[in-house]
């Protein structure tokens, strides 16, 4: 009889034993392993769970009151984690490709998270990084980069030529 109460509590506490596991163990294990890989996908799945398990979380600390009222909310929330979680459906991807980056990459909604910096006064407003950020902004990483290739080939050719003027100062020093 007892083992019958036990089932019995489990069976309708379901949500409260699978919900860290489907949540938190899972995919903390899965984030270290992906860590420890040189693959990008899974590295961009688990970061991608993430982002995505902390908008969860936002949501249900706002609207408490009101998930009250819907008892299924649980079990709702456990099937969507399962689905975000697990690889056969690949859910985190997905919900991020279609709904949170599209919002993200608009133009519009991407200038209502804006935050201006704030002037630190040990920092020069010109200082390399505000500059290259600002160059990045206006042109490009491409430009960027084609700029910093420019910038090390001119260098080489620098050293190159004080190597060998250096080497002729030096044969000259030596000739009578």
Request: overall charge positive; hydrophobic content about 45%; charged content about 20%.
């Amino acid at each position: 009889m007892g083992s019958g109460n036990a089932l019995t509590v489990v069976a309708k506490n379901f949500d409260v034993f699978a919900g860290p596991l489907v949540a938190l163990v899972y995919p903390l294990y899965a984030s270290i392993k992906a860590i420890e890989t040189k693959s990008r996908t899974d590295d961009q799945q688990w970061l991608t769970y993430w982002v995505l398990y902390s908008l969860i979380t936002l949501f249900e600390l706002t609207f408490a009151k009101v998930l009250e009222w819907f008892p299924i909310w649980p079990y709702v929330k456990l099937i969507a984690t399962c689905w975000l979680v697990l690889p056969q459906f690949n859910g985190a991807a997905y919900v991020y490709g279609n709904f949170v980056r599209p919002f993200y990459q608009n133009p519009q909604t991407a200038n209502i998270w804006y935050i201006p910096r704030k002037k630190n006064i040990f920092r020069k407003p010109d200082d390399v990084l505000s500059v290259a950020e600002k160059y990045i902004e206006e042109n490009g990483t491409e430009a960027f980069e084609k700029l910093i290739t420019k910038a090390n080939k001119m260098q080489a050719n620098r050293e190159s030529r004080a190597r060998r003027s250096n080497y002729m100062v030096f044969e000259d020093d030596y000739t009578y």
